[in-house]
């Protein structure tokens, strides 16, 4: 695992200003975090009920990511990740404005993706959004494995040649595990990490403890290969089904279980089994066909909490032997959901 290449869990794209990387600051973890109060992870999927039922993902969805923010926060969820880019859209101006109220109100803290240009260069959230110390940002890139010998110059050509092929450049070059990169991008944190740490369910050290360590990385700006050194975190992926789900649309209409949204950490995304999906993410791990982005942010999440929890159980005058393992409540049924920019 000594190259990665550099891709992005989503098409949508992001930017920060030196103001809005602030955002990432942490908060002080509550005097009431225990390893027996560790929050489940839930996803929200914009699956093919949603739209079936709204239409395709885009613009015409920010209204409704903000009734969806007021909802989730009424039901008591812990925190909120948006795994969705949010730039500016004049068509949508009402509707970005409803999101950012509604996230600067929410009791849980509201996280949104950044993502950046193929050249590299962030590119910014709508105004009212980047500018809201309020609201959270956080960065959504993976890095998959590389698995063509030769460095460079063999991914280069292979690349080259699937475009005059007619086809996706990233499949010529890369097949092996995906992991998330670590330290983020321009001052802003990973989405999963930002999101814990203003939940307060935990601190840089739990972080830590689930990196992996520096890996020499591929990079891929407007169809050119550079290298780049990155720390990455495998996650340890599960069978997406371990990852309790509820759709968009049942959240949005309150038929949503009010007993699995409450206490949770949520993130929300794609996952419509035809964008934003990783196919053979772990190499390891042949049942795994595919998996969609906002999975890999919940598992990691998962990781960082159960590091926490773990670190906790070992402290003197915690009390606890042992870490009591959840029963995820049953998954929503609907079918897969892939996140898609907005």
Request: proline share 8%.
């Amino acid at each position: 695992m000594d190259r990665t290449s550099f891709i992005f869990v989503s098409a949508l794209v992001l930017a920060a200003s030196p103001a809005v990387a602030q955002n990432n600051d942490a908060l002080p973890l509550p005097a009431t975090t225990t390893a027996t109060t560790k929050p489940r992870v839930v996803i929200v999927r914009i699956d093919p009920a949603t739209i079936a039922k709204y239409g395709p993902f885009g613009g015409s969805y920010r209204p409704l990511d903000a009734q969806l923010i007021e909802k989730l926060d009424a039901a008591g969820v812990a925190g909120i990740g948006m795994d969705i880019f949010l730039p500016e859209n004049p068509s949508q101006t009402a509707g970005t404005e409803a999101i950012a109220r509604a996230a600067a109100a929410s009791h849980a803290p509201v996280v949104v993706a950044v993502s950046q240009n193929p050249d590299g260069t962030l590119l910014p959230n709508a105004a009212p959004i980047r500018d809201n110390t309020k609201i959270g940002q956080g960065t959504i890139f993976v890095a998959p494995e590389l698995v063509i010998d030769g460095g460079i110059e063999a991914a280069q050509q292979a690349i080259d040649e699937a475009v005059k092929a007619g086809k996706d450049p990233e499949i010529a070059y890369h097949t092996g595990q995906v992991g998330l990169i670590a330290h983020g991008h321009d001052g802003f944190s990973p989405l999963f990490k930002v999101l814990g740490e203003r939940v307060g369910a935990f601190d840089e050290k739990d972080v830590e403890s689930i990196e992996g360590p520096e890996t020499t990385s591929i990079r891929v700006e407007n169809g050119k290969v550079t290298q780049k050194t990155e720390v990455v975190i495998r996650p340890k992926l599960g069978k997406p089904s371990e990852i309790p789900t509820v759709s968009f649309a049942s959240v949005l209409d309150g038929t949503a279980d009010p007993k699995l949204l409450k206490g949770a950490i949520v993130f929300v995304g794609m996952d419509d089994g035809k964008n934003d999906v990783f196919k053979n993410p772990d190499p390891n791990r042949p049942d795994l066909k595919q998996i969609s982005g906002v999975y890999f942010h919940a598992f990691v999440m998962k990781q960082a909490l159960e590091a926490h929890a773990r670190r906790l159980t070992a402290a003197p005058g915690s009390g606890t032997s042992s870490t009591s393992s959840e029963t995820p409540p049953p998954v929503e049924s609907g079918g897969l959901v892939k996140k898609l920019p907005d």
